[in-house]
């Protein structure tokens, strides 16, 4: 089998190689369609015969871009996904033909608003409880809604034969990486967090799919066949960890790394480009708009009122993943993800006894240090 590292080193590279991607794309016609939220449903814009693209960002450099134009006292990742598009150096947002939005936070309903002035943009309403006939029936006026702003702005048919292929088709990464997933914690001491991070991390940044595809399923070859590397094998008996959230983009590999280095063991991560995005199938056997509507209305996000899956999840996971430590990051100014720390806290300290940690932070390269000394002094104590 082809070394670890090298298929690691394509998935850490996606982004990067995606400009490039991007170029060809567009010059053989291809149409783009960028999105920020897991909630946006790219089986559509499959349907459409467009490429969806993730535009979410959370580098440092476009957060000071960001706050030119807006509040300093919003969150960082709307602070960088606005600066990214307003600097006009973006390759990924200047390639999009759509913006894809959401009505979910009041910060990104407002970033929105005013992408509309740079591209054309469809804000999809999405309901605010996620059960109930009427938030159903709104949600599945939504996709049709999208359907139709798709085909006018690209100028194409989006039949049902179209639908129910793209349906298949993200049915099947998500089974890929649901597969992968299982197997790397079935397996321990072949890949470390961080490793399998850089793979699921940057899965929807690989634009040849395909590509993508084949080395996911090689991984798992290698996982299962694959022999037990020393740096990995150290942490078998370290406090295991859950990771949950907000989205920290390509942050998250620095998270990682300083819970690793302090010694703790993550055998779960339960944010939007992990387990949230990922967890469950759309319905191959019903009508495509009611099956696709009903997955991702289902998405565990705090955005919901109230928001049950969240706990449900999170209660599952501690069980599966016998785990003895949660680590819940919250974005500076994310009142969504900070409220719902209480009902979090309640349930895994008094409910599953279970260790936890409410972490604050503004992605800033100057926390560091506190972010270190906090979830050094949280491993440790759950070591004792």
């Known amino acids: 089998m082809e070394q670890k590292k090298q298929i690691i080193d394509r998935f850490k590279n996606a982004r990067s190689d995606a400009v490039q991607e991007l170029n060809r794309l567009k010059k053989e016609g291809a149409k783009i369609a960028g999105y920020y939220c897991t909630y946006t449903p790219t089986e559509i814009i499959l349907a459409a015969g467009a490429v969806p693209l993730r535009l979410c960002n959370s580098s440092e450099q476009y957060v000071q871009e960001g706050e030119v134009h807006l509040p300093r006292n919003l969150c960082a990742i709307v602070k960088s996904s606005f600066g990214e598009a307003v600097s006009g150096k973006s390759p990924y947002f200047e390639a999009a033909d759509l913006v894809v939005g959401e009505t979910t936070c009041d910060g990104k309903k407002k970033m929105y608003e005013y992408l509309r002035e740079l591209k054309p943009t469809h804000i999809m309403q999405l309901p605010q409880k996620n059960t109930g006939h009427e938030e159903s029936l709104l949600w599945i006026n939504e996709m049709r809604r999208l359907k139709s702003s798709l085909e006018q702005e690209f100028e194409v048919d989006i ?39 850089s793979i699921l991390g940057n899965f929807d940044y690989r634009l040849d799919r395909e ?162 000394t906090r979830v050094s002094a949280f491993i440790e104590m759950l070591s004792i």
């Not at 129910?164 to 890949?191: C, M, T």
């Not at 942050?251 to 339960?270: F, H, L, S, Y």
């Not at 009122?305 to 599952?316: K, T």
């Open 159 to 197: 039949t049902v034969a179209k639908l129910k292929d793209a349906i298949k088709q993200k049915n099947s990464q998500r089974l890929a990486v649901k597969e992968f997933y299982e197997n790397w914690r079935a397996h321990p001491g072949v890949l470390m967090s961080s490793e399998a991070y």
């Open 211 to 372: 590509k993508a595809l084949e080395d996911l399923y090689a991984m798992i070859r290698h996982i299962k066949s694959g022999p037990p590397d020393a740096d990995v094998k150290e942490y078998d008996n370290s406090p295991r960890i859950l990771l949950t959230g907000c989205l920290l983009g390509e942050k998250m590999a620095g998270i990682i790394n300083i819970i690793e280095k302090a010694g703790g063991n993550i055998v779960c991560v339960e944010t939007c480009d992990w387990l949230k995005g990922s967890d469950g199938l759309v319905n191959e056997d019903m009508e495509p708009f009611s099956a696709i509507a009903e997955k991702y209305l289902q998405i565990p996000c705090p955005v919901m009122s109230p928001n049950h899956n969240r706990m449900e999840l999170a209660a599952r996971l501690i069980d599966d993943y016998q785990v003895d430590g949660v680590i819940d990051f919250v974005l500076r100014a994310c009142l969504t993800y900070s409220v719902e720390t209480v009902p979090l806290r309640r349930l895994v300290k008094d409910k599953k006894h279970t260790g936890y940690m409410s972490l604050e932070t503004n992605l800033a390269h100057s926390e560091s240090g506190q972010l270190n």
